[in-house]
C-alpha cells in the first residue's frame, strides 16, 4: 500500500491504494466517480480518458504507483456544472 495525495476534479483527496491499482478503479471505487467508463481494460478505447496535470491519460492503463502526488485529475464529473455545462 502507498499514500498518495491527488486532487480530483478540484478537491484534495488523501488515499492509502494498492500500488498497482489502476487509477481508473481508485476513480470508480474509492471516489465513487462512475462517469469514468473501463472498456477495453488495455488503455486503447478511450472510455478512461481523464485529464491529469494537462494531459489526456488512460487511466486504466495508469498504475497508482505512476501518479505523482499532487496530481490535478479532472474526470468527466469536472466539466462543466449544472448551470454551465460543457458541451462535450
Known sequence: MIKKQIVVNGI??????????TL???I???LG???TKVG???GQCGACSVIMDGKVIRSCATKMKRVP???EIITI???GTPANPHPL
Open 12 to 21: 484534495a483527496r488523501n488515499l492509502v491504494v494498492d500500488a498497482e491499482e
Open 24 to 26: 481508473a478503479n481508485v
Open 28 to 30: 470508480r471505487e474509492s
Open 33 to 35: 466517480l462512475t462517469g
Open 40 to 42: 477495453c481494460g488495455e
Open 69 to 71: 502526488d499532487g496530481a
Open 77 to 79: 464529473e469536472g466539466i
